[in-house]
């Protein structure tokens, strides 16, 4: 089932309590997915990862890095799949 491929390709992701915390992943001082580097992964990253995907905006290198969830070397729809499987288990 697509839950189960969101949870191989999301296995180092750790959700506790809404925070999320990558192991192993981390970019400089930035967790991957967090694009805007408010410390968060929501919304906002989401907006910014589907601008690159369109072509609207151009990531800078790092911007590319935290976008690339699934590290294949490009910046497409299936990293927003897994930002979104990753933001809908962040849940209340």
Same mark, same amino acid.
């Given at each position: &089932?697509?839950?189960?491929?969101? /949870?191989?390709? =999301?296995?180092? #992701?750790?959700?506790? /309590?809404?925070?999320?915390? #990558?192991?192993?992943? #981390? ?9 805007? &580097? +408010? ?10 990862? /589907? +601008?690159?995907?369109?072509?609207? =905006? ?7 890095? =935290?976008?690339?969830? +699934? ?5 497409? +729809? ?15």
């Amino acid at each position: &089932a697509a839950s189960d491929v969101y /949870k191989r390709q =999301l296995e180092n #992701v750790n959700v506790d /309590k809404g925070m999320a915390s #990558v192991a192993n992943a #981390v970019i400089g001082d930035r967790i991957p997915g967090d694009i805007d &580097a +408010n410390g968060k992964i929501n919304a906002a990253d989401m907006v910014l990862l /589907k +601008n690159f995907i369109l072509n609207r =905006l151009t990531p800078n290198s790092t911007e590319f890095q =935290l976008a690339d969830w +699934n590290n294949d070397g490009a910046i497409n +729809n299936a990293d927003m799949e897994l930002m979104r499987a990753f933001l809908m288990n962040l849940g209340p």
